[in-house]
């Protein structure tokens, strides 16, 4: 579903933020993507999504190239970001029906949507306050509402857990849950490990740049008895979290 | 004093710092080079200038009046340009809600913010007043009351109408504060106020200007200054200042600390019963829906609420675009002119030269293409992720800006109907004129903010207006009138038929907008897909 193949990226032209990265996620699969501050994940990220062009290598999401055909890779998943940037002097609904139409979400189908994940979040009633009057996590459900609309192949959120209250969170874990029983598949980044040990099928672990491990949670255990804690630490002991 | 240091270092840090980012270079030397190039273009012209009155002045035996008018002339600058930043820094930045949680006192935050505004009208009183008192001082003779009252002149100059200006602006956010419409209200107090502020100027120059009003100020010895002074009457206390009167220079002096006095009590109330209730979130707006809509549309929709919903943006370009129909009330309701002049038969010839510059003036002036990608700042990911082609993306951000000129064009073109006799030829050759330009002028502007997108800016009038975009952009403008200007002096026969020649300039411009259509949408659409955040 997702392959990204020998990805590189400088800003510099010297120093690689992401360094020969080989990666395949497979359809249905959550797949969580750590490493310490600065290691990388969001730029891979932005590579992912077209926001940041590569430096070497090639990305593809359900065999479309993200630099040759971006509009049909694109078309494939939607984006939840680490930061709740969005245009915000229009409304919740506004933005909701902006994203409903780029994916060409029929009318029926976004109304229903909207409701329901609005509803579950908690911020049906705010849609026809602007945005800037949201709070950070009310923003945070807000995107990833306008991400679900279009039911993606993929799922890319950066961080989607932060600033969101424990009740909202749980909700968004089990709408990811969801959302790969019903063929879709996630890919998201976290700093919460305890999270992603408890919901993804597969880890991926980048260190200045470089993809150090990669794998399922059992195989990545040495011990029986290790955490992913006691895994991350040891992998990045010379880093902070 | 203690807390008010740091907090207006960090301000002024922050300024200067967005100032150097919007102009987007990154070699040091380089960005020396341009600032003393664009100081020198406005220097060098205003020595000039300064020089000529001084002279004109000279044969009235008043030379020192080269001073009050410079001076009278960069108050009313600085009222036109201040407004705009006043409510970008106080009502649309974002800090000041963080600003509000620390430990300092009101006032002193109101003062810090207007530091900023301070040093941009410190630059306009560098570049207009402090040449008109060396070109005094060179002619006259230097003193070291000059010298010292010049200095004191240069930095006290944009404190009245700082204070002025923001003291109006905050009491008009006093009144419409919890109004639904406040963000309209708001622009619309303030582009009355500038509106006022001009409408006073040119009234008080008209009644100035009138002979017998003259005629008595020149038998008077200083009659002369005293009706130039009257559009600003601390101009008069100024200008003996810089004589060496120094019970002038105590009421000069006085009355900016007194200003500043009353803006720190002030600022106290206006601090919470304005600032932060404007700031608070909006009433609830509009109802839930559906619908669904085309991706063209939604794109377009969306360039243009970004205009109109971010005050600072609809401000800079409802300004451009209507400039020249509040020049035109202003100078009818002053009396400086007469509409009936331009139904007079010496006009009719160059009514379709008058006619087309109308309705191309929102081309010219509002080059909102060169901010089109920079006016989304960091959003700019939210289009960039969407499965949309770049030159779909491309397409509707060049469109917005076409219609709002072309909107523009259209409300002067029909305000020019009921004031100039025009004939259906001269209505069809300027639609095509205007056409052809705004889509040349919109996609070069264009080609600029791909250049050049600078999407990291913290508060938007760093967007749209302190920006090296807009001046790249306005130098095409000036170097395209060179053009025209030095082909007017080299062939005038050409220029002998106006109607042909702004048919051939239309053509012209199309032919150039197809090419420059051809290099986005074909060379610049690379540059385009790397823009990042």
Redesign the interface.
């Given at each position: 579903m997702l392959k990204l193949k020998n990805v590189s990226k400088t800003y510099d032209g010297k120093k690689m933020a992401v360094d020969n990265l080989d990666l395949s996620v497979k359809r249905g699969e959550i797949f969580g993507f750590l490493g310490p501050n600065g290691a990388g994940k969001t730029t891979t990220i932005r590579m992912i999504t077209g926001i940041l062009d590569l430096t070497n290598g090639q990305i593809e999401v359900d065999g479309k190239n993200i630099e040759k055909e971006p509009v049909k890779a694109k078309s494939n998943f939607t984006f939840v970001p680490d930061h709740p940037d969005i245009f915000d002097s229009i409304n919740g609904i506004d933005y909701l029906n902006f994203i409903a139409d780029m994916y060409e979400v029929s009318t029926e189908d976004r109304k229903q949507k909207i409701e329901k994940y609005t509803k579950d979040f908690g911020i049906y009633k705010d849609l026809t306050q602007p945005i800037k009057s949201y709070s950070h996590g009310m923003r945070q459900k807000l995107l990833v509402t306008g991400a679900l609309l279009p039911t993606p192949k993929i799922l890319i959120l950066d961080e989607p857990l932060g600033g969101l209250d424990p009740r909202s969170a749980k909700i968004l874990k089990s709408m990811m849950r969801d959302h790969c029983k019903n063929g879709g598949t996630v890919f998201f980044s976290s700093h919460v490990l305890e999270v992603v040990e408890n919901l993804c099928d597969r880890i991926g672990i980048i260190e200045e740049g470089k993809l150090i491990a990669c794998d399922t949670l059992e195989n990545l255990k040495q011990k029986p008895d290790n955490t992913l804690e006691d895994i991350f630490l040891e992998l990045t002991e010379h880093e902070e979290i | 004093m203690k807390k008010f240091k740091p907090l207006v270092i960090i301000q002024l840090k922050d300024f200067l710092g967005n100032a150097q980012s919007s102009l987007n270079i990154k070699n040091k030397k380089m960005i020396q080079l341009l600032q003393l190039l664009i100081i020198g273009s406005i220097v060098a012209p205003s020595i000039y200038f300064s020089s000529v009155t001084y002279n004109a002045f000279a044969q009235l035996n008043q030379p020192e009046l080269v001073m009050t008018t410079m001076y009278l002339n960069s108050i009313i600058l600085m009222f036109f340009l201040g407004i705009p930043i006043i409510i970008s820094v106080f009502f649309f930045s974002k800090d000041i809600k963080f600003l509000s949680t620390l430990p300092v006192d009101e006032d002193k935050i109101i003062l810090s913010k207007l530091s900023t505004v301070y040093i941009y009208l410190l630059a306009i009183s560098g570049i207009f007043i402090l040449p008109s008192i060396i070109v005094y001082g060179f002619y006259s003779g230097l003193s070291i009351s000059l010298v010292i009252f010049g200095i004191t002149t240069f930095i006290l100059a944009p404190l009245l109408p700082l204070l002025i200006s923001s003291l109006l602006i905050l009491s008009i956010n006093k009144i419409i504060r919890k109004s639904k419409y406040k963000n309209i209200l708001l622009l619309l107090g303030n582009i009355l106020l500038i509106i006022a502020i001009i409408g006073i100027q040119m009234g008080l120059t008209r009644y100035a200007g009138n002979p017998e009003q003259i005629q008595s100020a020149l038998l008077n010895n200083e009659g002369l200054i005293g009706l130039i002074g009257i559009r600003f009457p601390p101009s008069i206390w100024m200008t003996k200042m810089l004589l060496g009167s120094l019970l002038d220079a105590f009421y000069f002096i006085g009355i900016n600390i007194l200003f500043v006095i009353f803006l720190q009590y002030m600022a106290k109330v206006f601090f919470k019963k304005a600032l932060l209730t404007f700031v608070e979130?909006?009433a609830?707006?509009?109802?839930?829906?559906?619908?669904?809509?085309?991706?063209g549309?939604?794109l377009f929709?969306?360039h243009i609420?970004?205009i109109i919903?971010?005050p600072t943006f609809l401000l800079n370009t409802l300004m451009s675009l209507v400039v020249p129909i509040l020049i035109f009330i202003v100078m009818s309701f002053s009396g400086q002119f007469s509409p009936e002049l331009l139904q007079s038969e010496q006009i009719r010839p160059f009514i379709i030269l008058i006619f087309s510059l109308i309705v191309i003036f929102p081309a010219i002036v509002s080059n909102i293409s060169s901010t089109a990608i920079t006016r989304?700042g960091?959003?700019f990911?939210?289009t960039?992720?969407?499965?949309?082609?770049?030159k779909l993306n491309i397409k509707y951000r060049i469109m917005t800006t076409i219609v709002i000129n072309l909107t523009g064009s259209l409300i002067l073109g029909i305000f020019s109907y009921f004031i100039l006799p025009l004939t259906f030829e001269m209505i069809l050759i300027a639609i095509f004129f205007t056409g052809a330009t705004t889509l040349f002028l919109g996609t070069v502007d264009f080609i600029i903010n791909i250049l050049r997108p600078i999407l990291n800016w913290t508060h938007p009038t760093a967007a749209v207006k302190n920006n090296m975009n807009v001046t790249i952009s306005l130098g095409i403008r000036v170097v395209l009138g060179i053009v025209i200007y030095g082909l007017y002096i080299l062939f005038p026969a050409l220029f002998s038929n106006y109607y042909l020649v702004i048919i051939t300039a239309s053509v012209l411009f199309f032919i150039i907008y197809l090419i420059s259509r051809y290099y986005v949408y074909n060379i610049m659409i690379e540059r385009f897909?790397?823009i990042?955040?």
């Open positions: - | 979130g909006g609830k707006t509009g109802s839930i829906y559906y619908k669904k809509r085309k991706k549309w939604q929709k969306r609420l970004i919903k971010e989304e960091k959003t990911w939210e960039k992720v969407l499965p949309i082609s770049a897909k790397k990042s955040i």
